[in-house]
């Protein structure tokens, strides 16, 4: 259940029934293809009432992806609390489990993909001061926690940072998102094209990514098979 964090009063009530099916439908169908039309009668709410809760389907798509990346937020700081060994071993750890979290999730990395091509650099719509603060409060959570994780692991000597954190981090993060939504969007063209399934690619991408980091003469490192079968499971009593 996707939360937008708004007290349940009879208009937010509204809003948060609006809100649930706009983002079934952007899950369902995609951005581009709903209109408000096709929202106003998911909510079952008149189009006029619709526009007086949300000026514009842009708006509706920011605050749709605000809830979804809370969810997303809540997902991985789990993940994180749950972390043992060293450093290298918590980034493994954590990339192969979002990895995997995000495999179930094809239609949140479609959206998102959507989404980001939607709202690219030159376009007219600005989201106001509110929407834009809370998109900002929720877009660099993936980026704290790593930071947190590369750090452990120069401090025990487990990865070796050839770059700034500051520079390393957001690779990883942008490498991984790219790569995930064109799995989620080419994923039937992807197997016919290379007889592989497209997350495969992802935890193979992930292994590139921790070996580049990781200390030469260090503990050895699982082979791509073993890394790509299957995530580790980090400590669910932490």
Not at 163 to 174: E, G
Not at 205 to 221: C, K, N, W, Y
Request: proline letters at 4%; hydrophobic letters at 45%; a negative charge.
């Amino acid at each position: 259940c996707v939360t937008f964090g708004r007290a349940m009063g009879v208009r937010d009530s509204t809003r948060e029934t609006i809100l649930e099916a706009a983002t079934g439908l952007f899950l369902e169908k995609g951005l581009i293809a709903v209109a408000m039309e096709d929202i106003a009668t998911r909510a079952d709410c008149t189009r006029r009432n619709l526009y007086r809760y949300f000026a514009t389907k842009e708006d509706l798509a920011f605050m749709v992806v605000i809830g979804l990346l809370r969810e997303w937020n809540g997902f991985q700081v789990k993940t994180f609390d749950g972390l043992q060994g060293s450093g290298l071993e918590r980034l493994r750890c954590f990339l192969l489990t979002l990895a995997g979290h995000m495999e179930q999730r094809k239609p949140l990395l479609r959206f998102m993909g959507e989404f980001d091509f939607v709202f690219q650099d030159g376009i007219a719509f600005q989201p106001d001061a509110g929407t834009t603060e809370l998109f900002n409060s929720v877009i660099h959570v993936t980026e704290d926690l790593l930071e947190k994780i590369l750090e452990t692991g120069q401090k025990d000597g487990s990865l070796r940072l050839f770059d700034t954190v500051a520079r390393l981090v957001p690779t990883i993060t942008t490498v991984l998102w790219g790569l995930g939504q064109r799995v989620a969007i080419r994923d039937s063209m992807i197997k016919s094209e290379f007889g592989l399934e497209g997350m495969d690619l992802v935890r193979t991408q992930i292994e590139f990514l921790v070996r580049a980091l990781d200390v030469p003469g260090g503990a050895p490192t699982p082979g791509p098979e073993t890394a790509s079968a299957k995530a580790p499971v980090p400590n669910k009593e932490a």
